[in-house]
């Protein structure tokens, strides 16, 4: 709109300045872990919305995303029923360097984080500059939460320093008051809705064959053994359609998981396919008639849940947990006990016989994956960076 001079009128606001970010994460960006998921997708979103981006990251290989500061070596340990790496230390006088050639105006720190990297990063940062966290876990045991607990202690100086604190789901919210004793609101984890839903079926799965599908570690936790033992029952069944079991993914259950396919003659029926890379993950999702989430505990949300729903082709079946009931909560039905291979089995057989029910299922998922999309979660978070930074830049 133009005043009677012809100049652009006064009262026209202009766009707001792109931001500069940094996403804080002590562990590598290397594994194709739930969190590195998070990270990355938000990260490359933000750079395509005109926003600068450095990751600020623990010791990590990779050289195919701009900007990635590794400040620090990791050491490998077992957390919350996986591996993973935390920082050794960060020196002090490299993250102050890092600070002061680079004028962030948010810091986006995936916590719990450690007292040796991510809290010398917080505690170091320019008081102009905002401090955003977001809460990714939920305890897998007893231990986990007592460890929490004293990290929480550790971590007091660098909380005070936040400015706001999300949690990807309400069980990790749940955890973070009970361990941490913050309170977050939450906005959830993101997918590349569109990237999912474009794939297209692998050839040697396009057939008339059903294909149940699992893609995970092959961890106890996360239930591959509980799906082979329902393949087994389904196995004494001979009124179902014909179905095969692909299982996606490596892991040290692996020697104990071929053993017990032997053991109960399931060679014909089930394919171990190893580690699938990210690039080929969302063809097999869109292989697959129904995929199957067995994880007994630990998970804060459910990335995988919603990642084969874009798909647009599987019925979403997942293990009654926190962190996947948070994601199935629309449709209850779709949960099994992760403890009983009897409820799976019986689970299965009912989306195997009813095609019905397989597509309408599928149908919901795919528009329902649809909100946690990459663009329209980081839209809501841009808002949250600007509140928090008009705040801490106020007069």
Same mark, same amino acid.
């Given at each position: 709109?133009? =005043?009677?001079?012809?100049?652009?009128?006064?009262?026209? /606001?202009?766009?707001?300045?792109?931001?500069?970010?940094?996403?804080?994460?002590? &562990?590598?960006?290397?594994?194709?872990?739930?969190?590195?998921?998070?990270?990355?997708?938000?990260?490359?979103?933000?750079?395509?919305?005109?926003?600068?981006?450095?990751? $600020?990251?623990?010791? &990590?290989?990779?050289?195919?995303?701009?900007?990635?500061?590794? $400040?620090?070596?990791?050491?490998?340990?077992?957390? =919350?029923?996986?591996? &993973?790496?935390?920082?050794?230390?960060?020196?002090?006088? !490299?993250?102050?360097?890092?600070?002061?050639?680079?004028?962030?105006? *948010?810091?986006?720190?995936?916590?719990?984080?450690?007292?040796?990297?991510?809290?010398?990063?917080?505690?170091? /940062?320019?008081?102009?500059?905002?401090?955003?966290?977001?809460?990714?876990?939920?305890?897998?045991?007893?231990? %986990?939460? *007592?460890?929490?607990?004293?990290?929480?202690?550790? $971590?007091?100086?660098?909380?005070?320093?936040?400015?706001?604190?999300?949690? *990807?789901?309400?069980?990790?919210?749940?955890?973070?008051?009970?361990?941490?004793?913050?309170? &977050?609101?939450?906005?959830?984890?993101?997918?590349?809705?569109?990237?999912?839903?474009?794939?297209?079926?692998?050839?040697? @799965? !396009?057939?008339?064959?059903?294909?149940?599908?699992?893609?995970?570690?092959?961890?106890?936790?996360?239930?591959?053994?509980?799906? $082979?033992?329902?393949?087994?029952?389904?196995?004494?069944?001979? !009124?179902?359609?014909?179905?095969?079991?692909?299982?996606?993914?490596?892991?040290?259950?692996?020697?104990?998981?071929?053993?017990?396919?032997?053991? =109960?003659?399931?060679?014909?029926?089930?394919?171990?396919?190893?580690?699938?890379? %990210?690039?080929?993950?969302?063809? @097999?999702?869109? +292989?697959?008639?129904?995929?199957?989430?067995?994880?007994?505990?630990?998970?804060?949300?459910?990335?995988?849940?919603?990642?084969?729903?874009?798909?647009?082709?599987?019925?979403?079946?997942?293990?009654?947990?926190?962190?996947?009931?948070?994601?199935?909560?629309?449709?209850?039905?779709?949960?099994?006990?992760?403890? +009983?291979?009897?409820?799976?089995?019986?689970?299965?057989?009912?989306?195997?016989?009813?095609? %019905?029910?397989?597509? /309408?299922? /599928?149908?919901?998922?795919?528009?329902? +994956?649809?909100?946690?999309?990459?663009?329209?979660?980081?839209?809501?978070?841009?808002?949250? @960076?600007? %509140?928090?930074?008009?705040?801490?830049?106020?007069?």
């Amino acid at each position: 709109m133009r =005043n009677s001079i012809g100049k652009p009128s006064s009262n026209m /606001a202009e766009p707001p300045k792109p931001l500069t970010v940094g996403l804080v994460l002590d &562990t590598s960006l290397d594994p194709p872990d739930g969190v590195q998921q998070y990270v990355i997708s938000l990260g490359e979103w933000l750079r395509a919305q005109g926003h600068t981006v450095h990751y $600020l990251v623990g010791q &990590t290989e990779r050289t195919d995303l701009r900007n990635i500061h590794s $400040l620090s070596r990791n050491v490998r340990v077992k957390s =919350n029923g996986n591996w &993973t790496t935390i920082p050794l230390y960060a020196r002090r006088r !490299d993250i102050r360097r890092l600070l002061r050639r680079i004028d962030f105006d *948010v810091l986006h720190v995936q916590t719990p984080h450690h007292p040796l990297m991510a809290q010398r990063i917080v505690l170091a /940062a320019d008081r102009r500059t905002a401090v955003i966290g977001t809460f990714h876990i939920a305890a897998y045991s007893w231990l %986990e939460a *007592v460890g929490a607990r004293i990290l929480g202690w550790w $971590l007091r100086p660098s909380l005070r320093r936040f400015d706001r604190i999300l949690s *990807v789901s309400p069980a990790a919210a749940r955890f973070a008051k009970k361990t941490f004793g913050i309170e &977050t609101n939450v906005l959830p984890n993101v997918i590349d809705w569109r990237r999912f839903h474009a794939a297209r079926p692998l050839p040697q @799965y !396009d057939d008339d064959v059903l294909t149940i599908l699992f893609l995970g570690r092959l961890v106890p936790r996360k239930g591959c053994r509980l799906l $082979l033992e329902a393949a087994a029952e389904l196995c004494k069944d001979h !009124d179902l359609p014909r179905f095969r079991v692909v299982i996606c993914g490596k892991g040290p259950e692996a020697p104990q998981l071929e053993r017990f396919i032997r053991d =109960n003659r399931l060679t014909e029926l089930v394919e171990m396919v190893g580690f699938v890379s %990210e690039e080929d993950k969302p063809r @097999y999702y869109a +292989s697959a008639d129904i995929a199957v989430f067995p994880s007994s505990g630990g998970e804060s949300f459910g990335i995988v849940l919603l990642e084969a729903m874009a798909g647009g082709r599987a019925a979403v079946l997942a293990g009654d947990n926190p962190g996947y009931r948070s994601v199935m909560e629309p449709r209850p039905e779709l949960l099994f006990d992760p403890t +009983s291979p009897k409820a799976l089995a019986g689970q299965l057989k009912k989306y195997l016989l009813g095609a %019905e029910e397989r597509r /309408a299922a /599928a149908a919901w998922g795919m528009n329902y +994956s649809r909100d946690f999309d990459t663009a329209t979660v980081g839209r809501e978070l841009v808002k949250i @960076y600007r %509140e928090a930074l008009r705040k801490r830049r106020q007069p």
